[in-house]
């Protein structure tokens, strides 16, 4: 994956970059130049609802500025000279709180006067998830605080973020969810709740394109694969990154799985793309741009974790990712 920061000079915020996918996200924006505000509610003294204290905001704006750090090095040791650029600004932020989304993007545009991209990558609901309920088997108050989590919070960091945004044509929003418009439609993301919380930022990025186009700037969703996340491996399969593929005596087809690197390398290609209004509207996964744009996840590979579920796994063949990664 080239090194040189292609992004040098674009203000980002990455709502949601306490972990995973946020959090690769926000920390491949700033290997490529970009100054990142990245928000959550997890700090170094306040832990969120999720229970998590390992993974804090101020760790990944410190892993942001380490990633721009070694670009920048490497750009000068190839000849490209010190470049400016890829910065973390940690600011804990719960976007369920519109007076607190409303003083970030002041801020934002107080120290920066312009916001280019904007990541809506909030959530934190499946610790509500009651994964074999029916409908009206489910905790109520557990179910609205999904929808609250998935759904709300994108609608209010728009609402304030948007103004900045459409200031300068060009700017991005990048809408993150669990699946493609495809995969979602095709299947239930049972239960009800979770399912709901995934197919809203769909249809968000399909209807902030529509309106956004008129000046100049695109709206689309992108999904990661199978996203091999600090949850992930440590709760759900207890590895580690290093031993991962231990996790596939478990479950065979968590070979397709991938790692939060890999989303965010899409994340920078769309970014980067001096035409990516062609996408304005789209639901993209990590896997499907790597064959448009041709970078790989950190091992070499470039899983296609979609296409894999629905013609392996869902088809009942023995799980073998060749030809899928």
Known sequence: METTQRLTGKIALVAG????????????????GATVYVTGRTTRVHTSEIGRSTETIEET????????EAARR????????????????????????????????????????????LVNDIWGGDVHVEWDKKMWEHDLDKGLRILRLGMETHIITSRYALPLLIKNPGGLVVEVTDGTEEYNRANYRKPFYYDLAKAAPLRMAHDLA????????????LTPGWLRSEFMLDTAFEVTEENWQDGCEQNPHFAIS?????????????????????????????????????????????????????????????ADVTGYR
């Open 74 to 117: 490497a750009s000068a040791k190839g000849g490209g000279g010190r470049r400016a650029g890829g910065k973390g600004i940690a600011v804990p932020t719960d976007h369920l709180e519109p007076e607190q989304v409303e003083a970030l993007v002041e801020r934002v545009d107080r120290e920066q006067g312009r916001l280019d991209i």
């Open 61 to 68: 704006a410190e892993l942001v500025d380490a990633a721009g």
């Open 17 to 32: 970059a306490t972990r995973g996918a946020g959090r690769a996200m926000a920390v491949e924006l700033g290997r490529a």
């Open 258 to 318: 991938e790692t939060p690197t890999f989303v965010g390398r899409a994340l920078v290609a769309l970014a980067a793309d001096p035409d990516v209004k062609r996408w304005n509207g789209a639901s993209l996964s990590s896997g499907s741009l790597a064959k448009e744009y041709g970078f790989t996840d950190v091992d070499g590979s470039a899983p296609d974790a979609w296409r894999y579920i629905a013609e392996v796994e869902q088809a009942g063949k023995e």
């Open 210 to 221: 529509k309106e956004i186009e008129e000046y100049g700037c695109t709206a689309l969703c």
